[in-house]
């Protein structure tokens, strides 16, 4: 069913003005009117019969996180005569809000609803269960479309680089996001939780997130649409100490106020500082940026503040790892080996001190971060900053676009900022959107000689609505489908 | 346009009902909800960076976000997280008296999410904060420029 664009008549208006294609079926449809010119249009025009027509410019876009949402919000704001075909990889959409927010940040998925508004207009076409540069090449998208938009984000981690970074139970962050969140690749991930000690190496929110859902009391988790595998897993873990380490000082710290407050203030936990990490930084503090300033201040409270709880959240710095160590044996994680660092708190600059020191953990977590990839040869794609570089009638926005940094406020100002590039370009006739093209009519042709099933927004409203009720009865907001063949049994068509 | 209008008559009709059914059910309830339809409303302007000034009314007691979303203010990404203090896309800047005259200074929770806004100012406040009075009737609001600029 297609929802009425609830500003008819007003939008239908203005879309006929702009489009000349609609004009000459118009003109067919309505033959018995002499000399029709756009300027003659009026209501009482509306009394003949509706005609169905199809907008003329036609844009893809690949990825349905916030960037590729909030970039075709904006299009349909301010392009009248436009449709957008939004394929992706997975058969459900919404990306890192579904994937990668914390299950305990539920508030943070309201965008959500912004993104449902954008998908009930009548031009927006959902198509799950679609990948770039498997299913369909890039370059037959350059063919069926004026443009195509890239906001496929990252889904590869950086690496340490350094030896045992391969040993078992050394796992990235980003797999164990996915799998607590209940990402299909990242379901099976075997997480051991049997040791009292993690590591987690890096600094950033993800390491912070990590770190919360290991440390958090089970019952603040059973409420949330944390995946019931996890869950059980989690209730059973003996996780007592999460270290969260980076090799700079508590004046860089990468996560923001917000996560460590919430840290600080999370039952039965503590948050334990090292005090000699601070030495030095009581002249510099007061004069930081506001941010900054309040960031190391809470810090600097939370290092001499009495705490209670029997789990303890460990923020360590100016500690560089250089080695995993694993048992001879079992070849298990044994520990962490670090080099200490010294830092010039002004300048923010680090140096190894020649001394080492060994952390002994059972289960390391690598979050230093995501790096972005090309998913197809035929993409203008800069591999040394893993960004996507603009080329005429390619754009992207989002992690793709920027690197992997940014909460999600950050990625709607570059999809608003990048689509306001495209539609520069048609006003500049720079983007020829002239010329017609079939659009998603010739990918259909691709994906129906692969046998791809495909699941459009109805499907994913089947998938969600089954999720919700499958949640209701365990007392969580939504049980998520973790297997796809599942989804695509629900909701492909 | 249609939409909006059609709003409007939806919350006509509601407030009617609401009236008809109190005159059934007691004069106490009756004043009450009179009290209620009564509310005062205050008026509140908003200021794009290119200076463009949006008008809008609210009653008492409603926040900036309350008010740019029963209007449907053309706003871009205002409000992401619908007030629940994890984004700073509602942040609005006052004039140095509107911002002394607010009852409540930010909570901590509210600084932690300005600090992320873009083009903080000392008089920033978070939109979904700000509850319209008769204090602040007139309230003139400015819009940061980076985020919510007047891109069309």
Same mark, same amino acid.
């Given at each position: ?30 033959? $018995? ?63 890192? =809000? ?19 508004? =954008? ?28 443009? =195509?938009?890239? +906001? ?30 209940? /990402? ?48 059980? !897993? ?9 270290? /969260? ?9 990468? $996560? ?21 990490? $601070? ?22 409270? +939370? ?84 960004? =996507? ?12 676009? +920027? ?36 659009? $998603?009519?010739?990918?259909?042709? +691709? ?37 796809? !063949? ?8 | 346009?249609?939409?909006? &209008? ?7 009709? *509601? ?6 059914? &109190? ?8 004043? &009450? ?74 909570? *901590? *929770? ?29 309230? *003139?609001?400015?819009?940061?420029? &980076? ?6």
């Amino acid at each position: 069913m297609r929802k009425q664009n609830p500003d008819f008549p007003l939008s239908f208006f203005k879309s006929v003005q702009e489009s000349s294609h609609f004009t000459t079926m118009w003109k067919r449809s309505c033959s $018995f009117l002499p000399s029709l010119k756009h300027s003659q249009f009026t209501a009482s025009h509306f009394s003949c019969t509706p005609v169905h027509f199809e907008p003329t410019k036609k844009i893809c876009i690949i990825g349905s996180g916030p960037a590729g949402f909030y970039f075709a919000q904006n299009l349909f704001k301010k392009v009248p005569d436009i449709s957008i075909d939004m394929l992706e990889k997975l058969p459900v959409p919404y990306g890192l =809000v579904r994937y990668g927010v914390a299950p305990d940040h539920p508030e943070v998925k309201n965008v959500i609803n912004t993104f449902e508004k =954008v998908a009930s207009n009548k031009n927006f076409k959902f198509h799950g269960n679609v990948t770039l540069g498997r299913d369909v090449k890039f370059s037959e998208l350059r063919q069926a479309y004026h443009a =195509v938009v890239l +906001t496929y984000g990252c889904n590869e981690d950086r690496e340490l680089g350094i030896p045992g970074e391969n040993l078992p139970n050394v796992i990235s962050a980003r797999k164990f996001v996915g799998w607590y969140n209940g /990402l299909p690749e990242d379901k099976d991930l075997e997480v051991d939780l049997s040791s009292e000690t993690v590591v987690v190496l890096g600094q950033g929110n993800v390491a912070v997130d990590v770190s919360r859902i290991l440390l958090s009391p089970i019952d603040l988790l059973k409420v949330t649409d944390i995946t019931e595998y996890s869950l059980q !897993a989690l209730s059973q873990s003996k996780v007592k100490t999460v270290y /969260l380490i980076g090799r700079r000082g508590p004046l860089q710290a990468a $996560f923001t106020i917000k996560e460590l407050r919430e840290m600080t203030k999370l039952p039965g936990v503590q948050t334990l500082l090292q005090k000699e990490h $601070f030495a030095g930084t009581e002249n510099i503090i007061p004069n930081l940026p506001r941010a900054r300033k309040r960031l190391s201040e809470l810090l600097v409270t +939370t290092a001499s503040k009495e705490q209670e709880g029997s789990r303890y959240f460990r923020p360590t710095f100016l500690h560089k790892p250089v080695e995993i160590l694993g048992s001879s044996e079992s070849g298990v994680v044994q520990g962490v080996k670090f080099e200490i660092n010294d830092i010039d708190h002004e300048k923010g600059i680090a140096r190894g001190t020649g001394k080492y020191e060994v952390n002994e953990c059972g289960l390391v977590l690598r979050s230093i971060g995501y790096k972005g990839t090309s998913v197809d040869s035929d993409i203008p794609f800069d591999s040394n900053r893993g960004v =996507v570089v603009h080329e005429n009638g390619v754009y992207s926005a989002g992690w793709i676009h +920027t690197g992997p940094t940014g909460v999600i406020l950050s990625t709607m100002s570059d999809a608003y900022d990048q689509s306001n590039r495209l539609i520069e370009d048609i006003n500049k006739k720079t983007l020829n959107v002239t010329n017609s093209k079939p659009g $998603f009519s010739a990918i259909e042709n +691709t994906l129906n000689s692969k046998s791809v099933v495909t699941v459009n927004f109805e499907g994913w409203k089947k998938i969600d609505k089954i999720e919700v009720e499958r949640g209701a009865a365990v007392g969580k907001p939504r049980e998520k489908i973790v297997d796809v !063949a599942e989804m695509l049994r629900i909701g492909g068509s | 346009m249609a939409l909006r &209008t059609l709003c409007y008559i939806g919350r006509a009709i *509601e407030s009617t009902k609401i009236g008809l059914h &109190t005159v059934q059910t007691g004069a106490r309830s009756l004043s &009450t909800s009179i009290r209620v339809l009564n509310k005062p409303e205050y008026s509140v302007t908003f200021v794009r960076p290119d200076g463009e000034k949006i008008k809008a009314k609210g009653k008492e007691g409603d926040t900036l976000l309350d008010v740019v979303v029963n209007h449907d203010l053309d706003i871009d990404g205002y409000g992401a997280c619908e007030g629940t203090l994890t984004c700073s896309t509602c942040h609005v800047i006052l004039k140095p008296d509107d911002f002394a005259k607010l009852p409540d200074k930010p909570s *901590e *929770e509210e600084n932690d999410m300005l600090d992320l806004a873009y083009g903080l100012t000392d008089t920033s406040r978070l939109g979904c904060q700000i509850q319209l009075s008769k204090q602040l009737d007139g309230l *003139e609001v400015q819009l940061p420029a &980076t985020i919510n600029d007047a891109r069309s």
